[in-house]
């Protein structure tokens, strides 16, 4: 019998480990304060015996709004140490909550060492409830995770039988199934049972092998998010420059446009030395680099959602605060 092969399984917690009062219970489910480890979820999930050499992994269950850069930085010194321990892994699978679930996958796979597949998982609905597509989303992430044509594409992220890439991903819905979506770029594959398929690579670089070091910093540089609308006047960039904020990511009006008094007030926080990326909260498209933000100083975050923009600016920031650096790390990464 040919051996199956070996994916380890980090739980951090989310909606793929919660459990709620009973089986229609999907959407108050968090009430309950239940949520099981990584070898809890497997127990819930016996049909991941049939298709790898499951090692589960405790790390912490927690809704992923407690997520951020401390478990970023842990689950990359995590990920080192499995793949140090053994030799034949052939993936990693993170279960995580859907909330920052792009956040997280973004952050490794700007930061990781491993070069290994890393596959970010989680649920619409809870593991307790009836329908729940918590273990069907398991098992395709394992057998992503374990596909050899899932190594070189950075990390993955698997929901509804779908193959994202982490820079591009994100949440579009509350409550639908299909919630992660790459509005430009489509999918990178599908999982159809126990096939595995892709069509497209990420053309964008990725880790292992970018020089965002995390494993020895404290913390990033303060970078804050400003959400641009009509008669916005500068009020929340102001408050995040005097809070210390290094970096500042605009979420304008599309195509990469804020109000003139918005506008203003980050021109200002340029001058005092605060690095100022344009975003849009359109959801997609690349903001086009203007004679207008160029006498502003202001730097295109390309089509980088505003939080996947503020990830790599912290990260960029760690490395180099040169203008023309920062624009080629954002055409880069």
Request: net charge neutral; with cysteine.
């Amino acid at each position: 019998m040919t051996a199956l092969p070996k994916v380890a399984f980090i739980g951090t917690g989310g909606t793929i480990s919660s459990v709620g009062r009973d089986g229609l219970d999907i959407l108050d489910y968090t009430a309950s304060g239940e949520r099981l480890e990584a070898e809890e979820i497997l127990a819930r999930v016996p049909e991941v015996r049939a298709v790898a050499e499951v090692v589960p992994v405790r790390y912490r269950a927690v809704t992923s709004p407690g997520i951020g850069f401390s478990d970023w930085r842990r689950l990359v010194l995590l990920c080192e140490q499995l793949a140090a321990e053994h030799p034949d892994l052939a993936g990693i699978v993170i279960g995580h909550g859907t909330a920052t679930l792009e956040e997280t996958a973004y952050a490794l796979g700007l930061t990781l060492t491993v070069d290994l597949p890393v596959v970010l998982v989680g649920s619409q609905r809870p593991i307790s409830a009836l329908s729940s597509d918590a273990g069907l989303n398991l098992v395709a992430a394992l057998r992503t995770a374990a596909a050899p044509a899932s190594r070189g594409r950075g990390v993955l992220v698997v929901l509804n039988d779908e193959i994202q890439a982490a820079r591009e991903v994100t949440k579009t819905s509350v409550a639908r199934l299909q919630t992660f979506r790459t509005p430009d770029f489509g999918v990178l594959g599908q999982v159809d049972g126990p096939h595995v398929r892709y069509y497209r690579r990420p053309e964008r670089r990725h880790a292992p092998g970018t020089p965002f070091d995390i494993r020895a910093l404290d913390a990033l540089p303060r970078v804050d998010i400003s959400y641009a609308y009509a008669d916005a006047d500068g009020t929340a960039v102001r408050a995040f420059v005097a809070a210390g904020a290094r970096g500042l990511v605009s979420a304008g009006l599309a195509p990469g446009m804020t109000p003139p008094a918005e506008a203003d007030a980050l021109g200002r926080a340029v001058a005092a030395g605060v690095t100022v990326v344009q975003s849009t909260r359109a959801g997609s498209g690349a903001v086009p680099e203007t004679t207008r933000l160029a006498e502003l100083g202001i730097l295109s975050a390309d089509n980088l959602t505003p939080q996947k923009a503020r990830i790599l600016l912290a990260l960029a920031l760690t490395v180099t605060r040169d203008p023309a650096a920062l624009a080629e790390i954002f055409a880069t990464y």
